[in-house]
């Protein structure tokens, strides 16, 4: 859901991981990918999340 997401939280968009910047609406979302460090704008539609919670990927 879109009130779950903050920013840190580790998400997959456009099929790569990546970490949420800033919550702008559902449809405009700023992400960060981790692999290249480019940022893009999605939309909450287009997301998919990752196996392991927050607190997880902070301690990795």
Do not use: C
């Not at 779950?4 to 968009?13: E, M, R, T, Y």
């Not at 981790?34 to 607190?55: A, H, K, N, Q, Y």
């Amino acid at each position: 859901m879109i009130k779950d997401l903050s920013p840190g939280v580790v998400v997959v968009a456009k099929g790569k991981v990546a970490i949420v910047k800033q919550v702008f609406s559902e449809k405009s979302i700023k992400v960060q990918l981790t692999s290249t460090g480019e940022s893009l704008i999605v939309s909450f539609s287009d997301m998919g999340s990752t196996p392991f919670p927050r607190t997880v990927i902070k301690r990795l």
